[in-house]
């Protein structure tokens, strides 16, 4: 199956963090599922970082270490993702995550995420 792992999913995941979800492990553990990470999340996660509102026990060239180690491909935005973001309802006002939803929905991808508000999305989630 293909999935798309939200920015705190990825984060957990390579720092070991129990709020991980075993669900959540067992997939991006898994060598059957393709990963995607979106460049979405980099941009949040250097943006975050920058300003001291995320602590890392990462640098940004790590970050990009472990994707390719894990095999996760990096997504790029498509003009079929700003077509769906364009349209998109504001349940969620974080741009960061609008974005995800958008490629989770145009790329037909299952969210790993804990957040509930893409609920409201007509999207994949699992957690």
Known sequence: M???LDTHTYIWYVED???????????IDSNENK???SFASIWEITIKAS?????????????????????IS????TKSDFEVL?????????????MLISQ???????LISRDTTFDKY??????
């Open 2 to 4: 293909s999935y798309l």
């Open 104 to 110: 989770s929905l145009a790329e037909n991808l299952t």
């Open 51 to 71: 300003i001291k509102k995320l602590n890392l026990k990462l640098n940004i060239s790590e970050i990009f270490e472990e994707l390719e180690k894990l095999n």
């Open 74 to 77: 990096l997504l790029q935005f």
């Open 35 to 37: 990963l995607y990470f």
């Open 86 to 98: 364009f349209n998109l309802k504001f349940h969620h006002q974080d741009p960061f995550d609008r």
């Open 122 to 127: 007509k999207i994949k989630r699992i957690w």
């Open 17 to 27: 963090n129990q709020n991980l979800s075993k669900t959540a492990f067992n997939i």
